[in-house]
């Protein structure tokens, strides 16, 4: 070329970055993030697989705790039972959430709106609550048990009462069903509803019936949804501890067997091992759904046709008339909580009364407890919004550093597998230790003074939940255009302002469904919990088990039904801030 | 390309630039330079690792190796906000959730006493692309062209060195494309800022452009006019990518500036590439360059052919011929004006002796 | 100005707040009798804060022992005796004799000099029978543990867990004194055939038998009384081979930081406005205060109640707990 002799090229590009420059900022956040999901989740979670290969004096035994425990048939029968209850239970609730999701989202049934509300009601309520309304429906003077109290045979002659054997299997997997049963529709309904119109154009040109199309199209366009379904069922119904306390009766299981070895009797190493064998197959169904995740997004089609919905008339009729009878089963059980919790003395004593409101003597705290919970829970949805959210930019968004990255996904996706109970345990051992063990060094822990405080409390909610809520940002986050940031950049404006002025304001419906879901399921969740509230700290869901524990289960119907109340106030509360929000941003919303 | 930075006057420079994804390398020691004012096109196929290169000129990616030199400055190592560049993406990123007016406001600084500057500046910037009136608009109640004008004014907003675009043009419909291509570079001229356009459209790159880039698996293959580039392609790759071209394989070098193909022999007077005599070559003539119907040219000048296929496309006609040579039924085509054609009487079947003049032939190295 | 006298306030609230001492007590006291307890203790010493930490006896045990290391609570309140001579016998307790501690009869506290625990009242064996099912399944009125194991009572009857619930222990405690430890296994054996399921706390299967769950439900004479006052048609029967019993009493925790605020408390908890409040619910406390017996005691309840052993109890309390649940944990629910 020219004669010149250029300056040496440097093999390697010198970047020269200003000590406080954005991007080190950004990655020092990003490293902030793993640090501390690795303090609160892989730390924790260490802790109690260590636990469970010492004695409870602190000697090391390896594996004997394991051998222990399945060398005792009452024990080990327990991970039979867990395992029969969680597959009967998925086996029930993906096949009617698919029916009523493909009604929702297939036909032209009229009350959508309200179904779908309704189907959402369970997750309100804590899972101890089905036990509970499960007695009065099916217990040895539940309704359906009695016929009505009777009331059938008395009038029409017949012996209507129908004894299903509540206390065991039964209970436990009815309870399962209704809590699951909403998780799964919401799952399927999604799957179900980002399918690509056109395949079914084709099938119908081409002459296939309406079950084959069933079969060859709509099923296999919506496995992986399926598949996602029967993996939540089965964790969430393998580790659940609420009703499996309230309507196990004999049947032992599990997360039980956790409680009662740890807080019966303080015995923790084998807390810590049963918490480790509940672990496993949670961790591997979790493996296997996040597999799937990753070829259902392979599966959407940019520019998908979405499907108008089915005309037939004789189906519409068939699918309104399922989920109205869904929809009724739904209200009767809500129905009966309510009775349970007025009724004077059931069964008595049929007069209605709010005596069962009045918690004063009863264990459990009452409405303080009451208090906390809101307190707790809010706290939760705020500080567990800011968490997943930023945390779900700082991965989505971040140039380069993918190594800081993906390990922070992981770790945020880690919490999935993680049952309730086991973060409880793991961070009553963790927090509770007053000093670490590292190399032989014993430091004092950084982290002791959490230990009894709502600090604990808020922070193992947020960790409880945190994998839904940063799907959900993360998802939100992939909507917005890639090069808001570098547009950002090159005008020299902070990453952190643009955050604040444009990606919160666009992404905010994400944001207040991220705080609503974290709000109500604070409120309702009691398996992690129960192992850390403290004495001036009483919870309400934790309550609700002191009471039924003591027997005094109408006042324990009256706090769930309390729980239930504030949770559904502050979703209509997020339901009006969101449709005002989306009033006020039609205007520049994509339409 | 190792020219020293500001030596020659360039206000833009790229030098040795070298970028890899893992195994892929998407630059491959490339350079270019840029005059000021100058609007250079980036030009090629997708993957060819254009707006890589843009992005590493911009700052948002980290080159490997090489070097970018700005106004005399070496940017090389500096992120892109300290580089002083206005960057219109394909998709505009405009935030949707603020006005126009909010969106070229961005990145002013704002101060309790620079409201009222900045609403003047904005309103001047929008003025300029032609959107008065609509600093209330929000991009969604905007149409394509409009949000792209709202872009452009917002990369303009802090007057930078260089104006960086990422196929501005690809997401609008054909009608609006064209308009705004004048108005593109129409502002770009008055303001007199350096521009570097990145796109896969040659119509765009020869309309809008001072200076071309092509670009192809990493590497430039050819710079320069838009005229140099379309009269001279210095390879088949070039000649094929700009505008279209007729290739005939299988000539044969036989002496200088003369080939055989088949059993006729040709005057070849342009060779891009050196060839050695023997060597197999590809012949290449675009379409409108190919002359029909000149009987009475000396036999060896000329080549018969009939006309296999007509295309008439208003203005011009595409006629398709089948040579005899050097295979039977060698295809090529050439595009005539509507009037030529109407005064040939074309129709298909038609003998006719064409013409390929050999100032308008290149000899291309064989594949 | 409005802002510094805003944070004046603040400044004295905080104040007041950190002056008021703070102790916490472990209890196996029922949640309905806590408030009413308290009424006195909060009249005469407003300025300290109690917090408790309640459960069935074997679970407060179990984490007092558990505790040991740190240990956590200031006092013991009416905890089962057995289990206090466990912490006795772990060193566990501070001896400290309250100020009306004289007053206490001597079966009733800890036999050491000084003693180091104080009973409040005993609670004894009761059957919570319930008329209605009782009726509707033609079958008698139980009176005594031998009724029990009748076939005819099969899956009607529940129990407290002895491991968790002081009130299970004392019963079972009670049936292996009574008939020996060969015929006392074997009778709970058959008593096993007709429980339908074991209870974690004491109190419930009284309640199961109120709402018509259980038809007979193994409790405390409390209980079922309590019951009976609220409408649920539960008749309390005290069985005729004698009442199981144990002892509710006090302690003051050792620890390093002993506050006075517990030995306040100790104090106030053997007084004789607290032993009146006892009395209003047990037929025996710790002293005799001259309330009348509660309605629907038996009429003598000391004759009511059987020989008791407790250094036998304390004993061989670990040994009993093993051999029950390797028996018949299977049917136990959930404990907490």
């Given at each position: 070329?020219?004669?010149?002799?250029?300056?040496p090229?440097?093999d390697?590009?010198d970047w020269?970055e200003?000590?406080?420059?954005?991007?080190?900022?950004?990655?020092?956040?990003?490293l902030?993030?793993?640090?501390?999901?690795?303090?609160?989740?892989?730390?924790?979670?260490?802790?109690?697989?260590?636990?469970?290969?010492?004695?409870?004096?602190?000697?090391?035994?390896?594996?004997?705790?394991?051998?222990?425990?399945?060398?005792?048939?009452?024990?080990?029968?327990?991970?039979?039972?867990?395992?029969?209850?969680?597959?009967?239970?998925?086996?029930?609730?993906?096949?009617?959430?698919?029916?009523f999701?493909?009604?929702?989202?297939?036909?032209?049934?009229?009350?959508?709106?309200?179904?779908?509300g309704?189907?959402?009601?369970?997750?309100?309520?804590?899972?101890?609550?089905?036990?509970?309304?499960?007695i009065?429906?099916?217990?040895?003077?539940?309704?359906?048990?009695?016929g009505?109290?009777?009331?059938?045979?008395?009038?029409?002659?017949i012996?209507?009462?129908?004894?299903?054997?509540?206390?065991?299997?039964?209970?436990?997997?009815?309870?399962e069903?209704?809590?699951?049963?909403?998780q799964?529709?919401?799952?399927?309904?999604?799957?179900?509803?980002?399918?690509d119109?056109r395949l079914?154009?084709?099938?119908?040109?081409?002459?296939?019936?309406?079950?084959?199309?069933?079969?060859?199209?709509?099923?296999?366009?919506?496995?992986?949804?399926?598949?996602?379904a029967?993996f939540?069922?089965?964790?969430?119904?393998?580790?659940?501890?609420?009703?499996?306390?309230?309507?196990?009766?004999?049947?032992?299981?599990?997360?039980?067997?956790?409680?009662?070895?740890?807080?019966?009797?303080?015995n923790?190493?084998?807390?810590?091992?049963?918490?480790?064998?509940?672990?496993?197959?949670?961790?591997?169904?979790?493996?296997?759904?996040?597999?799937?995740?990753?070829r259902?997004?392979?599966?959407?089609v940019?520019?998908?046709?979405?499907?108008?919905?089915?005309?037939?008339a004789?189906?519409?009729?068939?699918?309104?008339?399922?989920?109205?009878?869904?929809?009724?089963?739904?209200?009767?059980?809500?129905?009966?909580?309510?009775?349970?919790?007025?009724?004077?003395?059931?069964?008595?004593?049929?007069?209605?009364?709010?005596?069962?409101?009045?918690?004063?003597?009863?264990?459990?705290g009452g409405?303080?407890?009451?208090?906390?919970s809101?307190?707790m829970?809010?706290?939760?949805?705020?500080?567990?919004?800011a968490?997943?959210f930023?945390?779900?930019?700082?991965v989505?968004?971040?140039?380069?550093?993918?190594?800081?990255?993906?390990?922070?996904?992981?770790?945020?996706?880690?919490?999935?597998?993680?049952?309730?109970?086991?973060i409880?345990?793991?961070?009553?051992?963790?927090?509770?230790?007053?000093?670490?063990?590292?190399?032989?060094?014993?430091?004092?822990?950084?982290?002791?003074?959490?230990?009894?405080?709502?600090?604990?409390l808020?922070?193992?909610n947020?960790?409880?939940?945190?994998?839904?809520?940063?799907?959900?940002?993360?998802?939100?986050?992939?909507?917005l255009?890639?090069?808001?940031?570098?547009?950002?950049?090159?005008?020299?404006?902070?990453?952190?302002?643009?955050?604040?002025?444009?990606?919160?304001?666009?992404?905010?419906?994400?944001?207040?469904?991220?705080?609503?879901?974290?709000?109500?399921?604070?409120?309702?969740?009691?398996?992690?919990?129960?192992?850390?509230?403290?004495?001036?700290?009483?919870?309400?869901?934790?309550?609700?088990?002191n009471?039924?524990?003591?027997?005094?289960?109408?006042?324990a119907?009256?706090?769930?039904?309390?729980?239930?109340?504030?949770?559904?106030?502050?979703?209509l509360?997020?339901?009006?801030?969101?449709?005002?929000?989306?009033?006020?941003?039609?205007?520049?919303?994509?339409? | 390309?190792?020219q020293?930075?500001g030596?020659?006057?360039?206000?833009?420079?790229?030098?040795?630039?070298?970028?890899?994804?893992?195994?892929?390398?998407?630059?491959?020691?490339?350079?270019?330079?840029?005059?000021r004012?100058?609007?250079?096109?980036?030009?090629g196929?997708?993957?060819?690792?254009?707006?890589?290169?843009?992005?590493?000129?911009a700052g948002l990616?980290?080159?490997?190796?090489?070097?970018?030199?700005?106004?005399g400055?070496?940017v090389?190592?500096?992120?892109?906000?300290?580089?002083?560049?206005?960057?219109?993406?394909?998709?505009y990123?405009?935030?949707?959730?603020?006005?126009?007016a909010?969106?070229v406001?961005?990145?002013?600084?704002s101060?309790?006493?620079?409201g009222?500057?900045?609403?003047?500046?904005?309103?001047?910037?929008?003025?300029?692309?032609?959107?008065?009136g609509?600093q209330?608009?929000?991009?969604?109640?905007?149409?394509?062209?409009?949000?792209?004008?709202?872009?452009?004014?917002?990369?303009?907003?802090?007057?930078?060195?260089?104006l960086?675009?990422?196929?501005p043009?690809?997401?609008?419909?054909?009608?609006?494309?064209?308009?705004?291509?004048?108005?593109?570079?129409?502002?770009?001229?008055?303001?007199?800022?350096?521009?570097?356009m990145v796109?896969?459209?040659?119509e765009?790159?020869?309309?809008?452009?001072?200076?071309?880039?092509?670009?192809?698996?990493?590497r430039?293959?050819?710079?320069?006019?838009?005229?140099?580039?379309?009269?001279?392609?210095?390879?088949?790759?070039?000649?094929?990518?700009?505008?279209?071209?007729?290739?005939?394989?299988?000539?044969?070098?036989?002496?200088?500036?003369?080939?055989?193909?088949?059993?006729?022999?040709?005057?070849?007077?342009r060779?891009?590439?050196?060839?050695?005599?023997?060597?197999?070559?590809?012949?290449?003539?675009?379409?409108?360059?190919?002359?029909?119907?000149?009987?009475?040219?000396?036999?060896?000048?000329?080549?018969?052919?009939?006309?296999?296929?007509?295309?008439?496309?208003g203005?011009?006609?595409?006629?398709?011929?089948?040579?005899a040579?050097?295979?039977?039924?060698?295809?090529?085509?050439?595009?005539l004006?509507a009037?030529?054609?109407?005064?040939?009487?074309?129709?298909?079947?038609r003998?006719?002796?064409?013409?390929?003049?050999?100032?308008?032939?290149?000899?291309?190295?064989?594949? | 100005?409005?802002?510094?006298?805003?944070?004046?306030?603040?400044?004295?609230?905080?104040?007041?707040?950190?002056?008021a001492?703070?102790?916490?007590?472990?209890?196996?006291?029922?949640?309905d009798?806590?408030?009413?307890?308290?009424?006195?203790?909060?009249?005469?010493?407003?300025?300290?804060?109690v917090?408790?930490?309640?459960?069935?006896?074997?679970?407060?045990?179990?984490r007092?022992?558990?505790?040991?290391?740190?240990?956590?609570?200031?006092?013991?309140?009416?905890?089962?005796?057995?289990?206090?001579?466990?912490?006795?016998?772990?060193?566990?307790?501070?001896p400290?004799?309250?100020?009306?501690?004289?007053?206490?009869?001597?079966?009733?506290?800890?036999a050491?000099?000084?003693?180091?625990?104080?009973?409040?009242?005993?609670?004894?064996?009761?059957?919570?029978?319930?008329?209605?099912?009782?009726?509707?399944r033609?079958?008698?009125?139980?009176?005594?543990?031998?009724?029990?194991?009748?076939?005819?009572?099969?899956?009607?009857?529940?129990?407290?867990n002895?491991a968790?619930?002081?009130?299970?222990?004392l019963?079972?405690?009670a049936?292996?004194q009574?008939?020996?430890?060969?015929?006392?296994w074997?009778?709970l054996?058959?008593?096993?055939?007709?429980?339908?399921?074991?209870?974690h706390?004491?109190?419930?299967?009284?309640?199961?038998?109120?709402?018509?769950?259980?038809?007979?439900?193994?409790?405390?004479?409390?209980?079922?009384?309590?019951?009976?006052?609220?409408?649920e048609?539960?008749?309390?029967?005290?069985?005729?081979?004698?009442?199981?019993?144990?002892?509710?009493?006090?302690?003051?925790?050792?620890?390093?930081?002993?506050?006075?605020?517990?030995?306040?408390?100790?104090?106030?908890?053997?007084?004789?406005?607290?032993?009146?409040?006892?009395?209003?619910?047990?037929?025996?406390?710790?002293?005799?205060?001259?309330?009348?017996?509660?309605?629907?005691?038996?009429?003598?309840?000391?004759?009511?109640?059987i020989?008791?052993?407790?250094?036998?109890a304390?004993?061989?309390?670990?040994?009993?707990?093993?051999e029950?649940?390797?028996r018949?944990d299977?049917?136990?629910?959930?404990?907490?």
């Open positions: 070329m020219t004669g010149h002799a250029a300056p090229v440097p390697q590009s020269r200003p000590l406080f420059s954005e991007r080190r900022l950004r990655a020092l956040l990003l902030g993030v793993v640090l501390w999901l690795g303090l609160v989740v892989v730390l924790p979670l260490g802790q109690l697989l260590a636990k469970s290969l010492y004695d409870g004096s602190g000697t090391f035994v390896g594996l004997a705790n394991f051998r222990a425990y399945f060398a005792n048939p009452a024990l080990s029968r327990s991970l039979a039972n867990s395992l029969r209850v969680a597959l009967w239970t998925t086996a029930l609730a993906v096949p009617l959430g698919f029916a999701a493909y009604g929702l989202t297939r036909t032209a049934i009229p009350g959508k709106g309200f179904f779908r309704l189907a959402m009601a369970p997750l309100f309520a804590p899972t101890l609550l089905y036990g509970i309304t499960l009065y429906l099916f217990g040895r003077k539940g309704l359906v048990t009695t009505f109290f009777g009331f059938a045979s008395r009038t029409l002659g012996d209507a009462g129908w004894d299903i054997g509540l206390y065991g299997p039964v209970g436990i997997i009815i309870s069903t209704i809590f699951t049963f909403p799964a529709m919401l799952i399927l309904s999604i799957a179900l509803r980002t399918t119109a079914y154009e084709a099938a119908r040109s081409l002459g296939a019936s309406p079950p084959r199309i069933f079969f060859t199209v709509t099923l296999p366009g919506v496995k992986y949804g399926l598949l996602s029967v939540v069922c089965f964790i969430l119904s393998f580790t659940d501890f609420g009703a499996p306390k309230v309507v196990g009766g004999q049947y032992n299981v599990l997360a039980t067997d956790i409680y009662k070895q740890v807080i019966g009797q303080q923790f190493a084998m807390g810590a091992t049963v918490g480790v064998v509940l672990l496993f197959p949670t961790l591997l169904a979790f493996f296997l759904d996040r597999l799937a995740q990753r259902q997004a392979a599966l959407i940019a520019r998908a046709v979405p499907l108008p919905p089915c005309e037939t004789l189906v519409n009729r068939l699918y309104f008339a399922f989920c109205s009878l869904i929809a009724l089963l739904l209200l009767i059980f809500l129905g009966t909580a309510l009775l349970a919790s007025l009724v004077r003395v059931w069964p008595y004593d049929l007069s209605l009364s709010l005596r069962h409101f009045r918690f004063g003597d009863m264990g459990g409405y303080a407890a009451l208090g906390n809101v307190a829970a809010g706290l939760s949805a705020i500080l567990g919004t968490a997943t930023g945390s779900a930019y700082l989505e968004k971040t140039r380069g550093a993918s190594a800081l990255r993906q390990t922070a996904y992981f770790l945020s996706m880690a919490p999935l597998a993680l049952p309730g109970m086991v409880g345990l793991a961070y009553i051992f963790f927090f509770n230790a007053p000093a670490w063990q590292v190399a032989g060094v014993r430091l004092p822990s950084p982290v002791h003074w959490l230990y009894g405080t709502m600090g604990l808020v922070l193992s947020v960790v409880h939940f945190y994998s839904v809520c940063f799907l959900t940002a993360t998802t939100a986050l992939k909507q255009d890639k090069e808001f940031e570098a547009v950002s950049e090159s005008m020299a404006v902070p990453f952190y302002r643009t955050f604040w002025r444009v990606t919160v304001p666009v992404c905010l419906p994400a944001v207040l469904e991220i705080a609503q879901f974290l709000f109500v399921n604070a409120m309702a969740t009691v398996s992690a919990v129960i192992f850390l509230y403290s004495a001036d700290l009483p919870l309400a869901s934790v309550a609700v088990a009471m039924d524990d003591a027997g005094d289960t109408a006042p119907a009256a706090m769930s039904v309390c729980i239930v109340a504030v949770s559904i106030l502050v979703r509360l997020f339901g009006a801030a969101a449709a005002r929000l989306s009033r006020r941003s039609q205007r520049w919303m994509a339409p | 390309m190792d020293t930075p030596a020659d006057g360039s206000y833009l420079a790229a030098q040795n630039v070298v970028k890899r994804y893992g195994r892929f390398t998407a630059l491959n020691d490339v350079g270019f330079t840029a005059a004012g100058e609007f250079v096109s980036v030009l196929p997708s993957g060819c690792g254009k707006t890589t290169l843009l992005r590493i000129v990616e980290r080159q490997d190796a090489g070097r970018v030199v700005i106004s400055r070496d090389s190592a500096l992120p892109v906000s300290r580089r002083n560049v206005g960057i219109v993406f394909q998709s990123a405009l935030f949707p959730n603020l006005t126009a909010d969106n406001a961005y990145g002013l600084r101060g309790p006493q620079a009222g500057n900045i609403a003047r500046r904005v309103n001047e910037l929008l003025s300029l692309v032609g959107l008065t609509l209330g608009k929000y991009p969604a109640q905007l149409s394509g062209g409009q949000q792209q004008r709202v872009a452009l004014a917002r990369a303009m907003a802090l007057s930078p060195d260089i960086l675009l990422d196929e043009l690809s997401a609008l419909d054909a009608k609006v494309r064209a308009r705004l291509r004048g108005e593109i570079k129409a502002l770009q001229t008055r303001l007199g800022v350096t521009a570097i796109t896969h459209d040659q765009e790159a020869l309309t809008m452009a001072d200076r071309i880039l092509v670009m192809d698996h990493g430039v293959v050819q710079h320069g006019t838009p005229r140099a580039i379309y009269d001279q392609p210095a390879t088949p790759f070039v000649a094929a990518f700009i505008g279209s071209m007729n290739f005939l394989a299988g000539a044969q070098k036989r002496g200088q500036g003369v080939y055989q193909l088949g059993r006729r022999t040709l005057a070849v007077w060779e891009p590439q050196a060839i050695e005599t023997g060597q197999t070559a590809t012949l290449g003539i675009r379409p409108e360059d190919v002359v029909l119907g000149h009987e009475e040219l000396p036999a060896d000048e000329r080549l018969p052919a009939r006309v296999s296929g007509l295309e008439f496309r203005a011009t006609t595409r006629v398709t011929l089948a040579l040579d050097p295979r039977p039924e060698t295809a090529i085509e050439a595009d004006p009037a030529r054609a109407r005064e040939l009487g074309l129709e298909t079947g003998l006719l002796q064409i013409l390929l003049p050999p100032d308008r032939v290149s000899a291309y190295q064989a594949a | 100005m409005k802002r510094i006298v805003l944070a004046l306030a603040a400044v004295l609230i905080l104040a007041a707040n950190a002056l001492a703070e102790i916490l007590v472990y209890t196996a006291l029922e949640d009798q806590i408030p009413r307890y308290m009424k006195s203790f909060k009249e005469k010493h407003p300025d300290i804060d917090k408790f930490v309640r459960d069935s006896t074997g679970i407060v045990t179990a007092l022992l558990a505790e040991k290391d740190n240990p956590q609570a200031d006092v013991v309140w009416g905890l089962s005796a057995v289990s206090l001579m466990q912490f006795k016998a772990a060193g566990l307790l501070e400290y004799t309250p100020a009306d501690g004289g007053k206490v009869l001597a079966s009733f506290k800890d050491g000099t000084p003693p180091v625990w104080y009973g409040i009242d005993a609670w004894m064996t009761g059957f919570c029978v319930n008329t209605v099912e009782l009726k509707n033609n079958l008698p009125l139980p009176e005594s543990f031998a009724d029990l194991i009748k076939p005819e009572y099969k899956g009607q009857v529940t129990m407290p002895p968790s619930s002081g009130t299970g222990f019963t079972v405690s049936i292996l009574l008939m020996g430890e060969e015929k006392g074997a009778y054996d058959k008593l096993n055939d007709n429980i339908s399921s074991y209870t706390s004491g109190s419930k299967p009284c309640k199961l038998a109120g709402t018509g769950e259980s038809t007979i439900g193994i409790s405390f004479g409390y209980r079922g009384l309590q019951q009976k006052k609220k409408g048609p539960i008749e309390t029967v005290f069985p005729k081979e004698g009442s199981g019993w144990d002892l509710e009493a006090n302690a003051l925790v050792k620890k390093a930081a002993i506050k006075p605020e517990a030995k306040t408390f100790l104090d106030w908890a053997v007084s004789p406005e607290a032993m009146q409040e006892y009395a209003q619910s047990f037929a025996v406390t710790g002293y005799p205060t001259g309330t009348p017996i509660p309605e629907g005691y038996p009429a003598e309840p000391t004759k009511q109640m020989k008791n052993d407790f250094d036998w304390a004993k061989n309390r670990d040994a009993i707990l093993a029950w649940t390797k018949y299977g049917k136990s629910e959930p404990k907490k």
